[in-house]
């Protein structure tokens, strides 16, 4: 569980002749980010020897100690700051200590990185006629998304045959936004062009666009099916929606039709390949559209799918939209895989692993043919742990979801658990046609002393205001109790690789021994999609309980910016305004594209999310890819010894 957030180094002195024994435990991320707030923390328990420890960090033949640490009468925690340094390299952390004259001492290694910077290209739109001018826009952003003004050493606009077309050379913008056009030929080559940025050495980021004749159209036909079914399914639902650019709905004639294809498999000699063998069995379709634009046609598919299951089919659904008066018509087309597999059944926010004593909670979600979720299903769940069996039929809500908490008190050292859909009114139609089933081995997590921290889930998104805050269950063994009449509960909260918070409670055995912490933050989570939260103590056996989950959250931007126009829709010509909203200070670059240019040729939009993908996307994982880094740090690891009796 810890590896999912960082790596954690423990170093277990254990005495016979000593009590209590001493429990030194230090955390530090695997990555170390130029810019980011990176911190190394040392937690120890209450001591009676007299002991030390540093941590320092060791880089090409250079060491510098990072803190050094004494004995103390109580629990602490204590973190410093992590040493910058201006360029990537690979270090060691290295550790040592003396603790009643025996040394101990571990070292790991820890990865410096530079901030990285992402470049954005974006031009006006994706396609252009002879003559026009091409605008576009480069930004450049760190990892906490803030612009940077940094100078392009060379942008340049190629042509199809890779021919250099025009070039700027050392570009700086204006808060971090650069401005440029080109104006193309009246008579340029009908072809993709491409434009290229370079910061440095290699090209950052490139982007092509697409001059050509071309009429742009009046309105759209959008088509809405199910993306697959299986031979269960005795019909197909096609929805067919005309709308005018400037949103009005379209009115005219739709035809169309659905038609069966046929892919066939054989080998070949390196490879199994696939060939689509075109069957002339269609059923058409047509009428007028209604007041909405829109028109629907009910095809039944019973025929169509009845056939031998070595062949694999799917449907092609071809229509067109004629308007009316004008006889211009647009064409759409799509495709609806036919499957075997009627269900799948995912589970969510599962843990492998499960705390005797604790509730242990499944989720499942029951998904159809294209991904739709089913809803007012039957899903049996089934858990077995030595003797002992339980089963629960449930029923899946409006998001296909059933969830069930279970009692571990009378589970084993594993369990199995089984979850599977249990389908209705199937009839001898569903031959060869599959239903969702999952199962899991579980095992529990061992404790000497009977004791545990359990962070309880959250059924929604962390947001980006400051007061979230956590829950955490613990029970503590009676033996553990005998033996303190406190126990120290530390945190950390991980986010971006990094320590950014840490706290610690003090909860008193002689009120009780079991119940649930609050944790709560005060601050503002900085920019990311997770946050990690571990729990640990440490006890007088040298054991230590812990847990950890990682939580999503929602996007957080800190310059909250709005645009807002009067009204849903206008006529065409008509007059409107914008109104935008953004931090003092802003700069805003604004775009605007004709719906009717987005509809002769899509393009990837720049936008928030995809934005906040590229930059968070591009952070590299906790996973170490060291064995050894899973290694305690004492060359003879020696397990938590059980608390005397």
Same mark, same amino acid.
């Given at each position: 569980?810890?590896?999912?957030?960082?790596?954690?180094?423990?170093?277990?002195?254990?005495?016979?002749?000593?009590?209590?024994?001493?429990?030194?435990?230090?955390?530090?991320?695997?990555?170390? !980010?130029?810019?980011?707030?990176?911190?190394?923390?040392?937690?120890?328990?209450?001591?009676?020897? /007299?002991?030390?420890?540093?941590? &320092?960090?060791?880089?090409?033949?250079?060491?510098?100690?990072?803190?050094?640490?004494?004995?103390?009468?109580?629990?602490?925690?204590?973190?410093?700051?992590?040493?910058?340094?201006?360029?990537?390299?690979?270090?060691?952390?290295?550790?040592?200590?003396?603790?009643?004259?025996?040394?101990?001492?571990?070292?790991?290694?820890?990865?410096?990185?530079?901030?990285? $910077?992402?470049?954005?290209?974006?031009?006006? /739109?994706?396609?252009?006629?002879?003559?026009?001018?091409?605008?576009?826009?480069?930004?450049?952003?760190?990892?906490?998304?803030?612009?940077?003004?940094?100078?392009?050493?060379?942008?340049?606009?190629?042509?199809?045959?890779?021919?250099?077309? &025009?070039?700027?050379?050392?570009?700086?913008?204006?808060?971090?936004?650069?401005?440029?056009?080109?104006?193309?030929?009246?008579?340029?080559?009908?072809?993709?062009?491409?434009?290229?940025?370079?910061?440095? $050495?290699?090209?950052? *980021?490139?982007?092509?666009?697409?001059?050509?004749?071309?009429?742009?159209?009046?309105?759209?036909?959008?088509?809405?099916?199910?993306?697959?079914?299986?031979?269960?399914?005795?019909?197909?639902?096609?929805?067919?929606?005309?709308?005018?650019?400037?949103?009005?709905?379209?009115?005219?004639?739709?035809?169309?039709?659905?038609?069966?294809?046929?892919?066939?498999?054989?080998?070949?000699?390196?490879?199994? $390949?696939?060939?689509?063998?075109?069957?002339?069995?269609?059923?058409?379709?047509?009428?007028?559209?209604?007041?909405?634009?829109?028109?629907?046609? $009910?095809?039944?598919?019973?025929?169509?799918?009845?056939?031998?299951?070595?062949?694999?089919?799917?449907?092609?659904?071809?229509?067109?939209?004629?308007?009316?008066?004008?006889?211009?018509?647009?064409?759409?087309?799509?495709?609806?895989?036919?499957?075997?597999?009627?269900?799948?059944?995912?589970?969510?926010?599962?843990?492998?692993?499960?705390? !005797?004593?604790?509730?242990?909670?499944?989720?499942?979600?029951?998904?159809?043919?294209?991904?739709?979720?089913?809803?007012?299903?039957?899903?049996?769940?089934?858990?077995?742990?030595?003797?002992?069996?339980?089963?629960?039929?449930?029923?899946?809500?409006?998001?296909?979801?059933?969830?069930? &908490?279970?009692? *571990?008190?009378?589970?084993?050292?594993?369990?199995?658990?089984?979850?599977?859909?249990?389908?209705?009114?199937?009839?001898?139609?569903?031959?060869?046609?599959?239903?969702?089933?999952?199962?899991?081995?579980?095992?529990?997590?061992?404790?000497?002393?009977?004791?545990?921290?359990?962070?309880?889930?959250?059924?929604?998104?962390?947001?980006?205001?400051?007061?979230?805050?956590?829950?955490?269950?613990?029970?503590?063994?009676?033996?553990?109790?005998?033996? @303190?009449?406190?126990?120290?509960?530390?945190?950390?909260?991980?986010?971006?690789?990094?320590?950014?918070? *840490?706290? /610690?409670?003090?909860?008193?055995?002689?009120?009780?021994?079991?119940?649930?912490?609050?944790?709560?933050?005060?601050?503002?989570?900085?920019?990311? !999609?997770?946050?990690?939260?571990?729990?640990?103590?440490?006890?007088?056996?040298?054991?230590?309980?812990?847990? =950890?989950? @990682?939580?999503?959250? *929602?996007?957080?931007?800190?310059?909250?910016?709005?645009?807002?126009?009067?009204?849903? =829709?206008?006529?065409?010509?008509?007059?409107?305004?914008?109104?935008?909203?953004?931090?003092?200070?802003?700069?805003?670059?604004?775009?605007?594209?004709?719906?009717?240019?987005?509809?002769?040729?899509? &393009?990837?939009?720049?936008?928030?999310?995809?934005?906040?993908?590229?930059?968070?996307?591009?952070?590299?994982?906790?996973?170490?890819?060291?064995?050894?880094?899973?290694?305690?740090?004492?060359?003879?690891?020696?397990?938590?010894?059980?608390?005397?009796?």
């Amino acid at each position: 569980m810890w590896h999912d957030a960082l790596r954690l180094f423990l170093w277990l002195q254990v005495f016979a002749h000593v009590s209590p024994s001493p429990s030194f435990l230090v955390t530090f991320p695997s990555d170390v !980010r130029m810019g980011e707030k990176s911190q190394i923390c040392a937690v120890f328990a209450a001591q009676t020897q /007299k002991y030390y420890f540093n941590v &320092s960090l060791e880089f090409e033949g250079t060491e510098t100690v990072i803190f050094q640490l004494r004995s103390v009468e109580e629990d602490s925690e204590q973190c410093f700051p992590v040493p910058e340094h201006d360029k990537d390299f690979e270090g060691l952390f290295k550790f040592r200590g003396n603790v009643d004259n025996t040394d101990v001492k571990g070292e790991k290694t820890v990865h410096y990185h530079r901030s990285q $910077k992402f470049t954005f290209l974006q031009t006006d /739109k994706p396609i252009y006629k002879p003559g026009q001018t091409v605008k576009f826009r480069i930004v450049t952003l760190d990892e906490r998304f803030i612009p940077l003004n940094v100078t392009y050493s060379l942008i340049v606009l190629e042509d199809g045959q890779n021919n250099r077309v &025009s070039q700027w050379r050392d570009v700086g913008g204006r808060q971090g936004i650069s401005e440029l056009s080109f104006p193309l030929a009246l008579e340029p080559k009908l072809n993709t062009f491409t434009i290229k940025v370079r910061r440095e $050495k290699d090209w950052d *980021t490139t982007l092509s666009f697409t001059v050509e004749e071309y009429v742009l159209p009046k309105f759209e036909l959008s088509l809405k099916f199910p993306k697959a079914i299986t031979k269960l399914d005795v019909n197909i639902e096609v929805h067919m929606c005309g709308k005018y650019t400037y949103g009005k709905a379209v009115q005219g004639t739709v035809i169309g039709k659905l038609c069966r294809q046929f892919k066939v498999y054989y080998w070949s000699l390196f490879a199994v $390949k696939s060939e689509r063998l075109n069957v002339s069995h269609c059923q058409e379709f047509g009428g007028q559209t209604g007041a909405d634009g829109c028109f629907v046609a $009910k095809i039944a598919t019973g025929d169509f799918t009845q056939i031998s299951t070595a062949r694999e089919i799917e449907f092609e659904v071809f229509a067109s939209l004629e308007e009316v008066g004008t006889g211009i018509a647009v064409n759409k087309s799509g495709k609806v895989e036919v499957k075997n597999i009627a269900s799948v059944l995912e589970f969510e926010d599962l843990r492998p692993s499960y705390k !005797r004593g604790v509730p242990y909670r499944v989720k499942a979600v029951l998904r159809g043919c294209g991904d739709r979720p089913l809803e007012a299903e039957e899903v049996r769940v089934t858990v077995s742990s030595g003797n002992w069996t339980s089963n629960a039929t449930l029923t899946t809500d409006g998001d296909g979801v059933v969830s069930r &908490s279970f009692l *571990t008190d009378s589970w084993d050292l594993s369990a199995s658990l089984r979850v599977a859909h249990v389908p209705r009114g199937v009839s001898g139609a569903a031959e060869g046609v599959t239903w969702g089933e999952r199962t899991l081995s579980l095992m529990a997590v061992p404790s000497a002393s009977g004791s545990f921290l359990h962070i309880l889930p959250l059924s929604f998104p962390l947001s980006c205001a400051s007061g979230s805050g956590f829950s955490v269950s613990y029970r503590f063994g009676e033996r553990v109790k005998e033996k @303190m009449e406190r126990v120290t509960v530390y945190y950390q909260i991980i986010i971006r690789r990094q320590i950014w918070a *840490t706290g /610690k409670q003090q909860l008193h055995l002689e009120q009780k021994t079991e119940g649930t912490m609050a944790v709560a933050l005060r601050e503002e989570f900085p920019l990311s !999609r997770s946050v990690h939260l571990v729990v640990f103590s440490l006890l007088p056996n040298g054991e230590v309980i812990t847990d =950890s989950e @990682m939580f999503t959250k *929602t996007e957080c931007f800190a310059n909250k910016v709005g645009l807002r126009f009067p009204g849903a =829709s206008e006529l065409p010509g008509a007059e409107t305004t914008l109104e935008v909203t953004a931090f003092p200070g802003s700069l805003c670059a604004l775009r605007s594209v004709d719906q009717s240019v987005r509809l002769q040729r899509t &393009s990837e939009e720049l936008t928030a999310a995809t934005v906040y993908d590229s930059v968070l996307g591009h952070l590299p994982s906790y996973y170490s890819d060291d064995p050894s880094d899973l290694l305690p740090c004492l060359p003879h690891h020696r397990p938590p010894r059980p608390l005397p009796s």
